[in-house]
Structures are given as structure tokens and as C-alpha cells.
């Protein structure tokens, strides 16, 4: 039954995850398609959600959320080394590679949450439970009864690594796929200079 009454949504922000470790993720959402016919949400880029997807109220655009991030949070310097171990599920419905939280990831998420409120008052809410970052594989569409098994597989591959958190990205609904519109370079003090980020083609 569609619901055609629901407003779609047209934005969310997070991070763009460095090459190596989107290829492997990649190869990861090849397996769980080729296994188990998984699709949902392989189009979008992988990355870690900071602010889930929301409406952008008409009267505000992308140019607004870039103007916001660009004033209220890259000043800040929030940049920072995460760690990803393994691989982790919510319940059978979510296969994600496992991203640390940390009080940096935290902070990242919440004061991007205050910057997109202060320019576009009521268009999302910060979510009260406790941040879990997490770089999805697949969800929605797993079949009932494989979690275990697709994680044993996952976890077989022993991807633990560290990476720079070293960008904020807009995606944008185009469709029914999400592209990343607009990536915004984090600095941080980490290297003792400003890190430059991958190129990206968005």
C-alpha cells in the first residue's frame, strides 16, 4: 500500500568512509546481494550517519545546511582518528561494520545536529539515545535467519582499522537513491596541520 501522504525526505549529513575501506565495504554489500539478494541501500555511498534523513522544509536549501556546518562546525576543529572492529547487527535487521563510539563521535554528531536546528528550525530532532556510529552493509531486506551466519562471514575477515574522520557530507535524495551533494573538509589537530582529504567525485 503506498503512502503517498508522507512527506519524503530530502537530506541527511554524515561521513564518507577513505577508499580502501568503501572498497572493502563494497565487496561486503556484493556478497550479502550475490548470497542473499540483499539491495536496500546499497546505492548510497558508505559512510556514518550523524543526522539520520529528514524533509527540508521548501523554504530552506542544501546552500543553507553548507553555510550552517561551514560556520558553526568546522571552525570547531572536530576532526578525529576512529576506529572500525569487525562487524555487528541490529537484531536481524542491520549488518554494519562496527565504527567505536567515542565522546569525539558524539560531539561531531551533536553539534552538527545543533547547526543544521539553528538554520532550519524544526526540520529533524537529535535523537536521545546514545550515538552508535556504524558503516552499513545492508538492511531492511535480510533474510530472516541469515544474520548469524552473513556475520561469521563478515567477521572472518578481520577488518579492524583506523581512519580519518576528515569530512561532513550532505547527501541528497535524487530519485530513490541518495548522492552525496556537498563534502566539507574537517580539520583537525591531529597531524599538526590541516588534513587534506581524499579527492571525491560527487
Not at 500500500?1 to 564518507?16: A, D, R, Y
Not at 563478515?154 to 541528497?172: A, K, R, S
Request: hydrophobic share 35%; glycine share 6%; net charge negative.
Amino acid at each position: 500500500m503506498k503512502q503517498n501522504n508522507i512527506p519524503q525526505q530530502t537530506h541527511f549529513i554524515g561521513v564518507l568512509l577513505p577508499e580502501d575501506i568503501t572498497l572493502t565495504l563494497e565487496d561486503c554489500r556484493r556478497y550479502m546481494r550475490e548470497a542473499y539478494g540483499c539491495k536496500s541501500g546499497h546505492g548510497t555511498p558508505i559512510h556514518v550517519t550523524l543526522v539520520p534523513p529528514f524533509r527540508l522544509q521548501e523554504e530552506y536549501s542544501t546552500a543553507d545546511l553548507v553555510h550552517a556546518i561551514e560556520k558553526d562546525v568546522l571552525p570547531k576543529g572536530l576532526g578525529f582518528i576512529a576506529h572500525i572492529d569487525n562487524f555487528d547487527a541490529f537484531g536481524d535487521r542491520t549488518l554494519f561494520a562496527n565504527v567505536i563510539a567515542s565522546d569525539s563521535w558524539t560531539r561531531l554528531r551533536d553539534e552538527t545536529v545543533k547547526a543544521i536546528l539553528n538554520a532550519c528550525p524544526g526540520c529533524t530532532k537529535k535523537d536521545q539515545r546514545p550515538f552508535r556510529p556504524h558503516g552499513t552493509v545492508s538492511n531492511r531486506d535480510i533474510p530472516a535467519g541469515v544474520m548469524t551466519d552473513a556475520l561469521q562471514v563478515m567477521n572472518e575477515m578481520q577488518l579492524v582499522e583506523d581512519f580519518p574522520v576528515d569530512n561532513i557530507t550532505i547527501f541528497e535524495r535524487k530519485g530513490s537513491r541518495w548522492e552525496a551533494a556537498v563534502t566539507l573538509e574537517l580539520g583537525d589537530n591531529i597531524y599538526g596541520k590541516t588534513r587534506s582529504k581524499n579527492p571525491r567525485d560527487i
